[in-house]
T-cell receptor, first 110, second 112 residues
Framework: EPEVTQTPSHQVTQMGQEVILRCVPI?????FYWYRQILGQKVEFLVS????????KSEIFDDQFSVERPDGSNFTLKIRSTKLEDSAMYFC????????FGSGTRLTVV | GQNIDQPTEMTATEGAIVQINCTYQ??????LFWYQQHAGEAPTFLSY????GLEEKGRFSSFLSRSKGYSYLLLKELQMKDSASYLC?????????????FGKGTKLSVIP
């Protein structure tokens, strides 16, 4: 079964540093998403991406966040200046009839 | 925002049947998904309902009532490996996106 691949699996960064989380979506899927899950809390929508542009974003997705599809395959989430409260699991998901989630990146901001 | 409500925790015995309920807001509703999530792992797809009725897939079944804003996930012949969180997620028609709104998840513990 096709998979969504995310790297790195775990990232530790200092507060104020920039991080880039990477995702390789399933190749024939057209809609891409980033979600996050703070430990012990629910999965929250961050942003959706279609046709090389953002189609919707949540209140969480402020100016510190950006997404790109730099080379037609990878799909990245950048956090410009990380805060302690950005510590969470970040999941990439792609969609056809169902939503397939990547294995996630555990981001720890110290 | 759209609230998705499901019980926080449930406990059931190995071999038994358990039903996990979920209620959601009906305005703009476009489909209901159930996911299984083991601790520290990604959600994995279990089922999808968009029309009223029951969808059966092996030991797992999911039911939807659109008029009532209600769904349930039924797990039969429970196994220890079914201990996990079960996430109810609704899709709503939005402005050019089909993002999912998740409930907080129901942590199911299967005991011998």
């Amino acid at each position: 079964e096709p998979e969504v691949t995310q790297t790195p699996s775990h990232q530790v960064t200092q507060m104020g540093q920039e991080v880039i989380l990477r995702c390789v979506p399933i190749s024939n899927h057209l809609y891409f998403y980033w979600y996050r899950q703070i430990l012990g809390q629910k999965v929250e929508f961050l942003v959706s991406f279609y046709n090389n542009e953002i189609s919707e974003k949540s209140e969480i997705f402020d100016d510190q966040f950006s997404v790109e599809r730099p080379d037609g395959s990878n799909f990245t989430l950048k956090i410009r200046s990380t805060k302690l409260e950005d510590s969470a699991m970040y999941f990439c998901a792609t969609q056809d009839s169902r939503y397939t989630f990547g294995s996630g990146t555990r981001l720890t901001v110290v | 925002g759209q609230n998705i409500d499901q019980p926080t925790e449930m406990t059931a015995t190995e071999g038994a049947i358990v039903q996990i309920n979920c209620t959601y807001q009906t305005s703009g509703f476009n489909g209901l998904f159930w996911y299984q999530q083991h601790a520290g792992e990604a959600p994995t797809f279990l089922s999808y309902n968009v029309l009223d009725g029951l969808e059966e897939k092996g030991r797992f079944s999911s039911f939807l009532s659109r008029s009532k804003g209600y769904s349930y996930l039924l797990l039969k012949e429970l196994q220890m490996k079914d201990s996990a969180s079960y996430l109810c997620a609704a899709r709503y028609s939005g402005a050019g996106s089909y993002q999912l709104t998740f409930g907080k998840g129901t942590k199911l513990s299967v005991i011998p």
